[in-house]
């Protein structure tokens, strides 16, 4: 059973900072490419960060692009998103997955860590 599990979001101040851990299960997790996904209230879910399987590759969106970091275990099975200099518009749901062709695997989201950041 696949199985993903996201923490560590949480009420921020603008400029602050947070990492958020994701957890999975049911995959070989070292095969895989992971990412990082948001969604905002109101907005489609939009593409954060991805990782590839070694972690010598990685591709950020414009919008994070200096100030969030994502790094893996692949000892642990985890997904990690340094998320620094945090701003009012990340604030979101935040999604680990696994990444298929540039693509996340719709059938696996998890229950999402919320971030909120204030101005």
């Known amino acids: 059973q696949v199985q993903l599990v996201e923490s560590g979001g949480g009420l921020v101040q603008a400029g602050g900072s947070l990492r958020l851990s994701c957890r999975a299960s049911?995959?070989?997790?070292?095969?895989?490419?992971m990412g990082w996904f948001r969604q905002a209230p109101g907005k489609e879910r939009e593409f954060v960060a991805r990782i590839g399987w070694s972690g010598g590759s990685t591709v950020y969106a414009d919008s994070v692009k200096g100030r969030f970091t994502i790094s893996r275990d692949n000892a642990k099975n985890l997904v990690n998103l340094q998320m620094n200099s945090l701003k009012p518009e990340d604030t979101a749901v935040y999604y680990c997955?696994?990444?298929?062709?540039?693509?996340?695997?719709?059938?696996?989201w998890g229950q999402g860590t919320q971030v909120t950041v204030s101005s």
């Open positions: 049911g995959h070989t997790f070292s095969s895989y490419t």
């Open positions: 997955n696994y990444v298929v062709t540039g693509k996340p695997l719709d059938d696996y």
